[in-house]
Nanobody, 119 residues
Framework: QVQLVESGGGSVQAGGSLSLSCVAS????????ITWFRQAPGKEREGVAT????????YYADSVKGRFTISQDNAKNTVYLQMNSLKPEDTAMYYC????????????WGQGTQVTVSS
């Protein structure tokens, strides 16, 4: 069974940085996308950044463009989210999710990692 495990969350002051990791186990799709989502209490889930195999350009939500960077290490089956210049509004539970490139639904989700940014 596919497993996604996030790590790297924590508490940081505004302007600080955090790096999240998402390790994908037993995910065998030849072409796939990994997206980092976040959800704050009382707010809708937001897709923050997406990276797909095949050299497609990563996608970033406008709210994080220029501050967050998504990358992947295929040898380690790991996708990273480098978050710089963090703002209090970035506070949320962050999840990684995976889908095959040809799918629109994300079938695999991690358990989430909490990011808290204080002002």
């Amino acid at each position: 069974q596919v497993q996604l495990v996030e790590s790297g969350g924590g508490s940081v002051q505004a302007g600080g940085s955090l790096s999240l990791s998402c390790v994908a186990s037993r995910y065998t799709a030849s072409s796939a996308c990994i997206t980092w989502f976040r959800q704050a209490p009382g707010k809708e889930r937001e897709g923050v950044a997406t990276i797909c195999t095949g050299g497609l350009r990563p996608y970033y939500a406008d709210s994080v463009k220029g501050r967050f960077t998504i990358s992947q290490d295929n040898a380690k089956n790991t996708v990273y989210l480098q978050m710089n210049s963090l703002k209090p509004e970035d506070t949320a539970m962050y999840y990684c999710a995976a889908r095959a490139l040809s799918d629109v639904r994300y079938n695999y989700w991690g358990q989430g990692t909490q990011v808290t940014v204080s002002s």
